[in-house]
Every structure is written in C-alpha cells, then in structure tokens.
C-alpha cells in the first residue's frame, strides 16, 4: 500500500482538490484508493458529500484520540473503490487537546499499522493499494500526524509567488519528521496546481518550483478550471461532475503519472 | 485607533493580499497604519518586502513571548504612514511553545495596550489610527491571540465553495472569544476576495455571503487580476507596482467604504 500525504502550509493551494481528484482517478483506473481527511475544515469530507450518520461516528478524531479504530472510520464514497475517513468540528480542538498526549505524534501511524496489520492477518493482503491524506494548511500537531503516517510526500504548490517562500520551511519540517519519526519518508511527487500557462507569474514560478526539486515535480499541471471549483458544491468529484472537463483529463493524467511511479515488483 | 483583525481559517482566500493593500490604501488617504504579521509563513512581511536586521530582531514572536516590547518591533515599509510588525520563523513554533505559558491567549493584547498607554501618555494621542492583523489559516492560539487583541473583525472571503463551509465555525470562534475575552469584539466587515463577476459560481457564493451577514458585506468586491498576484513579489503594494489597475482602485475603494464606517466623533 502506497501512503501519501498532500501538505502545504501555504493556504488554498488545491490540496483538497487534489485529494478528491486524484483519489477518484485512481480509483478509475482500477486502485483501491482510501482518502483520510485531516484538515479540521472538513472541506475533503464536504467535497465527497459524506453525511456523518450522527454523534459518535467514528472519524479522523476519534480514530486520533483512540476512540474509534481505523478500520470503523473508513465511509465508502459514491465513487466505487473509493473511500474516507472523515472528519468533524471536533477535530479543531485536537491540537491542543493531543499537545501534551503520550506519543502525540504517532497516533494516526499507530492507528493506520493497526489496521493494515488486521486485514493483512484476516484477509492475507493490504487494505488498500493507495492511503492519501489531506492537510491542513498548518504545521502543528495534526500534519506532523500527517508525515509519521506515511511514507511519501506530495506537495501541492500554486504557481504564484508566495508559494515558493514556504517550501523551505516545509521541507525544513518533512526533514526533522524524517530523522526524528520515519526514516523512509520521502517527498516523492509535486503537483503544480491551479496553473495557467498564460500568465508569465505562472510560467515563471513553476520553472522555479522545476530548479527547486529537479525530477520530483509532475509533467501533468492542473489547470484552473471553474468546474473543479463547482464541482465540490455538488458533492461529487470532477469525473462524475464533468468527466470530459479539461479537470477531469488533468487529473486523469496525473493519476497515470502517479501509477508510472509504482514500484515494478 | 480602530483594530481590526483580517480572518479566515480557509487558506489562500486573500488575508495577506488585503492587509497590505488595504493598509496602503488607508495609508495613501492619510490614516496612520500599523500591520502586523501573525502568521508564521510570514507572507505580509515578505509582500511589503521588510528585511529583518538579523538575529535577535524584534518581531511579532518576540513580542508574544515578552522578549519585546511591541514599540520596537514596529518597522517602516516603503510607504509613507504604513508600517509593520514583521514575523519569523520562530512564530511557527509559538502555537506548541505558548500553549501552557500563563495568560496563553492574551499576551498580545496585553503587549498592544502598553505600546497604546505609553504612546499616549508620552504624546497625548494613539501611536496610529488602524491597527490591522494578518492572522494564519488556523484558529489556534495565534488566531485567539489576534482576536482577543481587537475590537473588530474584517472576514476575507473568496467567492468559492468552500468558503461557506468555514464561516459558521469563524463565528463560533469569534463569539467564543467574544464571551470569554473580550465582549466588545464585533465582526464589522466582509471582503469579497478574489471575484470574478462573470462565473456563476462566484456570484451565487457572493448572493449566499451577502444573505448570511446581511449588512456586513462590503459592496466594493475586489476582483481577481494578475497585477495583484505579480506585487508581492517586488515586495510591493499594488499601490506602488501597478497604480492604476483594476487591483488598485478595488482596494482604494474598499478603503474609502472602511474610512465611511469610522465613528463621526
Ligand atoms: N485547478 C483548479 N481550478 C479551479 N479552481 C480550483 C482548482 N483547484 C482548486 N480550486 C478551488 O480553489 C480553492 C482552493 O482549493 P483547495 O480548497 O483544494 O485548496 P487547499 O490547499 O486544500 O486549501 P486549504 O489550505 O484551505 O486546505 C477552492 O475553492 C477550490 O475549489
Ligand atoms: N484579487 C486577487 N487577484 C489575483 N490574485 C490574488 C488576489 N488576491 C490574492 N491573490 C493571490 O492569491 C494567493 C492567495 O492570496 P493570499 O496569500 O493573500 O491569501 P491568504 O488568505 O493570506 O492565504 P493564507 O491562508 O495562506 O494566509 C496569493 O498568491 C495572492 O497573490
Ligand atoms: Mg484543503
Ligand atoms: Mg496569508
């Protein structure tokens, strides 16, 4: 199982539309694909349409704080082999309610272990092919959460200015997870997002973005397209919302760059 | 003075871009204007291109863990009666680091207060007419910290989908503070950011926003133009880098309705 996560700190750079679009393309083409909404927004789980069946639900918090195993908090989509782990207000407090938690940093890795562990046992295979989280657009607790649970780092940059100033911090935080939490965690892919190639700030940020990580940005941009923005509105993705919109092809070709990228056993 | 502090949990959807401007619109009027930058990317600090004179300086984080007073950590910009309190990259640590530290959510309205005493003690008058904060996309302690400090609340809104989704938890917080900190604290304006009359999208967003705070909304929207993506990074307002584009005479019109809203003494 590939585990994903889709951080940036920088604010409304198309993580969440990245989350449900490329969760969705790969589930087209044939992955199973499990998103975990940790951004206590809740915009992923609004994106989806995903009504919680009232007080208690097992969420991304309960599943945080201990109260719900994993395995409970996976809600299927309407997307077949498409699934989530919802979240809910209550995952605004957990910053400061996990700060002083034993082991605060590792609870979603723990949760997610347990879980793979369970259905490797009962079923003799992983749960799922990709785990895909999406972020907060923060640095504290909930994304450090983030990156001991996984083992690949996508990042979602907007071709605009402010977007290159916050890449060295966020690569300053991926590398103390790194030495500190999970040696094998890697930033493995950067998806230039919400791009139009015809504004030369666009061009020229993204060249930036291009020096700045050599190999690891995604020859397929996702271009700015009104419909990836009405799409959440209707609770649906982008392939079920306007599967012939030129959204639906970027991410459609982005999904074919993510799946080149697996390993060839 | 009036205080205001510029909001929204939802990233990306133009606080950074609406202090400066904003700022050096009501500067360019003839209002005193004091910024200040809390949020740890530290994008307001970078757009009006402050330089920090090395370690040690006197910055926003400083100012919260007391080892500053806030008189020292006001530094000029290039614009005549604008000035900021700049950040570093120690604020991304403050959230953690303050979150058991005594009077948690008020050190920064304690700092502003003894800056506003001594300034009128010594001259017999406020050491500004606005004082604007540029809060993160959280609302964390940083966020209580800028809330609790002032008296009026301008929401930064893009005309999206996801930009409802947010407002009601906004509220949450703001009423929270409002009870428990600080009774006179209002929300006295809505900017609609990032418009673009000709999507359907955005004039339905716009139409949902304008009945869900009826009478706050400021009608001058501020329309999406590449001029004010490109000023940042000449470490310029729009003011200064494209004077007479569209971005400018938004923001010069946001600033007269904002000058409208003072109280007639
Ligand atoms: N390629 C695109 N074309 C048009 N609109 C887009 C595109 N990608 C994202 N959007 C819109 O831009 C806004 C920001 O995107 P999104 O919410 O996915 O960013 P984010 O990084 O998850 O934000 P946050 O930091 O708040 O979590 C949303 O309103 C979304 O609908
Ligand atoms: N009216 C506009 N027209 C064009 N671009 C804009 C406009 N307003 C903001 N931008 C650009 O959109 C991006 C987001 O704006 P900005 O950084 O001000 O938002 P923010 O709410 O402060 O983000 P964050 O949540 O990360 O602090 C920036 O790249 C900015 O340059
Ligand atoms: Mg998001
Ligand atoms: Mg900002």
């Given at each position: 199982m590939r585990t994903i996560a889709l951080i940036n700190q920088k604010g409304g750079v198309g993580k969440t539309t990245t989350a449900a679009n490329l969760g969705a393309a790969l589930a087209e083409a044939g992955r199973r694909v499990v998103l975990v909404d940790?951004?206590?927004?809740g915009n992923l789980t609004l994106h989806l349409g995903v009504q919680l069946?009232?007080?208690?639900?097992?969420t991304s918090y309960r599943v945080l704080v201990g109260e719900a195993p994993f395995a409970d908090a996976v809600y299927p989509t309407g997307v077949e082999r498409l699934s989530i782990v919802p979240t809910d207000i209550d995952l605004s407090g957990a910053e400061l309610e996990l700060a002083?938690?034993?082991g605060r940093e590792t609870l979603l890795r723990d949760a997610v272990k347990k879980w793979v562990d369970a259905h490797q046992e009962a079923?003799?295979?992983?749960?799922?092919?990709y785990l895909i989280l999406d972020c907060p657009p923060s640095l504290g607790l909930l994304a450090v959460n983030g990156l001991a649970a996984v083992r690949e780092v996508f990042l979602a940059v907007q071709t605009e200015f402010f977007a290159l100033q916050g890449l060295t911090k966020l690569m300053d935080i991926v590398e103390l997870v790194k030495s500190?939490?999970?040696?094998?965690?890697?930033?493995?892919g950067i998806v230039p997002c919400?791009?139009?190639?015809?504004l030369r700030l666009a061009r020229e940020v993204l060249a930036e973005v291009r020096e700045f990580f050599p190999g690891l940005v995604f020859a397929q941009t996702i271009g700015t397209n009104v419909k990836l923005a009405e799409a959440p509105s209707f609770g649906k993705t982008i392939l079920e919302y306007a599967p012939s919109s030129p959204g639906a092809r970027d991410y459609r070709g982005l999904a074919q760059l993510v799946i080149a990228q697996e390993p060839q056993d």
């Amino acid at each position: 199982m590939r585990t994903i996560a889709l951080i940036n700190q920088k604010g409304g750079v198309g993580k969440t539309t990245t989350a449900a679009n490329l969760g969705a393309a790969l589930a087209e083409a044939g992955r199973r694909v499990v998103l975990v909404d940790l951004d206590p927004q809740g915009n992923l789980t609004l994106h989806l349409g995903v009504q919680l069946d009232g007080v208690g639900a097992a969420t991304s918090y309960r599943v945080l704080v201990g109260e719900a195993p994993f395995a409970d908090a996976v809600y299927p989509t309407g997307v077949e082999r498409l699934s989530i782990v919802p979240t809910d207000i209550d995952l605004s407090g957990a910053e400061l309610e996990l700060a002083s938690a034993f082991g605060r940093e590792t609870l979603l890795r723990d949760a997610v272990k347990k879980w793979v562990d369970a259905h490797q046992e009962a079923h003799g295979e992983d749960p799922a092919d990709y785990l895909i989280l999406d972020c907060p657009p923060s640095l504290g607790l909930l994304a450090v959460n983030g990156l001991a649970a996984v083992r690949e780092v996508f990042l979602a940059v907007q071709t605009e200015f402010f977007a290159l100033q916050g890449l060295t911090k966020l690569m300053d935080i991926v590398e103390l997870v790194k030495s500190r939490l999970h040696p094998e965690l890697e930033i493995t892919g950067i998806v230039p997002c919400l791009y139009d190639s015809r504004l030369r700030l666009a061009r020229e940020v993204l060249a930036e973005v291009r020096e700045f990580f050599p190999g690891l940005v995604f020859a397929q941009t996702i271009g700015t397209n009104v419909k990836l923005a009405e799409a959440p509105s209707f609770g649906k993705t982008i392939l079920e919302y306007a599967p012939s919109s030129p959204g639906a092809r970027d991410y459609r070709g982005l999904a074919q760059l993510v799946i080149a990228q697996e390993p060839q056993d």
